[in-house]
């Protein structure tokens, strides 16, 4: 009874992240910008969040565990999650706010327990992608 799904494990993760992190960068542009991150943008980066992140997972063998990814703030680090945001972000000529790359990024680094979550090693995903499997959506 107590079992959850994939699909709603994977949302939880995704709603838990972004929520932490928004709610941290939102601080951040009030802080420097004085002035809350446009509703539009939020939203924009949550249906990009819910499309990229944790769609993969494979089982690490080191920690005897599942592991989901990738996850919302290695897509911030990057650049994908805000690329994809940029699509559905007002009309298509209208540009992703620097400031807000700046302060999601900020915001992910500061909250990282280790370099190696926020460091972007293209050979080791490459590997890890070619062990996952597709997560249930």
């Not at 079992?3 to 972004?18: D, G, L, P, V, Y």
């Not at 993969?56 to 565990?65: H, P, Q, T």
């Not at 009309?91 to 990282?112: G, H, I, N």
């Amino acid at each position: 009874m107590g079992e959850t799904s994939e699909k709603e494990k994977r949302i939880k993760m995704i709603q838990e992240e972004f929520d932490q992190i928004i709610g941290e960068a939102d601080k951040f542009c009030l802080e420097h910008l004085e002035e809350d991150m446009d509703p539009v943008a939020v939203e924009a980066l949550k249906k990009a969040a819910n499309k990229l992140a944790y769609v993969k997972k494979y089982y690490d063998v080191m920690k005897d565990e599942i592991v989901f990814f990738p996850s919302v703030g290695k897509l911030i680090i990057n650049g994908e999650l805000t690329e994809e945001a940029e699509n559905d972000y007002y009309e298509e000529e209208d540009e992703w706010p620097v400031e807000y790359t700046k302060a999601l990024k900020t915001v992910v680094r500061a909250a990282a327990k280790t370099e190696e979550e926020t460091e972007v090693d293209e050979e080791n995903d490459a590997y890890i992608k070619k062990l996952a499997t597709d997560v249930e959506i």
